[in-house]
């Protein structure tokens, strides 16, 4: 039994790649995380392959602030479910939104299928990389450090340390923090440029440059936020 896990972008469906497409075209059933009403992973796939003659299994992962051991017989249960399914198929696709390294939900459940079923990540564009280009911004260059940290579980004193640290850092799903990221950054830094991007690539997105801009009808699960340290020698 073969698991394809295909990162298949941030959104536009011209950012999935030419190899997913062509797992995706050649395999007879899709693996679907869902979280909410909104499933992009799929709804990209649906406008480059025709689904009409393959399962799609829908797969629900809680959205929520969790780690791995919180609901392990959740992730036990999806694994089985996905183990049965490939028992009569051989081989199936799971579709992940982004890069299926980059955060993503496939590796709670990763432990529990690595014995039973032979597993092959497929890159894809990460959201990180959308929002950059999308601004356009130089996440890093010749000496500068990145670091990519998620916002629900950070402090007020992990923003001190990683902005002391770091020439680049990028908050990932930043929405529910974000007036507390804001108050931070006015507070003690003048010498920032930063952006707040929702749903890099899709018809949606939105940048903005001041995040006390940012309307609250804008605050969305699929955001980013990027600070990055300007350099003196930059005009």
Not at 50 to 76: D, G, Q
Not at 107 to 132: D, H, K, N, Q
Not at 180 to 203: C, G, H, M, Q, W
């Amino acid at each position: 039994m073969k698991l394809f896990v295909l990162g298949v972008g941030p959104g536009d469906p011209e950012l999935l790649t030419l190899k997913s497409k062509k797992i995706l075209e050649e395999v007879s059933l899709i693996f679907s995380p869902t979280g909410g009403k909104d499933n992009i992973a799929l709804s990209i796939v649906e406008k480059v392959i025709n689904l009409k003659n393959k399962k799609v299994v829908s797969i629900y992962f809680p959205m929520k602030k969790t780690r791995k051991e919180s609901l392990e017989a959740h992730w036990i249960s999806i694994a089985e479910k996905i183990i049965k399914e490939l028992k009569i198929f051989k081989k199936g696709a799971y579709i992940t939104l982004g890069d299926p390294s980059f955060y993503s939900t496939f590796f709670y459940i990763y432990p529990y299928l690595r014995l039973e079923v032979e597993v092959e990540l497929v890159p894809g564009v990460s959201s990180v990389s959308a929002v950059a280009c999308a601004i356009p911004l130089s996440l890093s260059i010749a000496d500068e450090k990145i670091a990519i940290l998620p916002a629900n579980y950070l402090t007020e004193k992990d923003y001190q340390k990683y902005l002391f640290n770091f020439d680049t850092l990028v908050f990932m799903k930043p929405y529910k923090n974000l007036p507390e990221i804001t108050k931070f950054i006015s507070n003690f830094f003048s010498d920032l440029k930063v952006y707040y991007v929702k749903r890099a690539s899709l018809p949606e997105e939105e940048i903005y440059e001041n995040l006390s801009q940012v309307p609250e009808n804008s605050l969305d699960y699929f955001s980013v936020v990027i600070v990055k340290k300007e350099k003196k020698n930059e005009t």
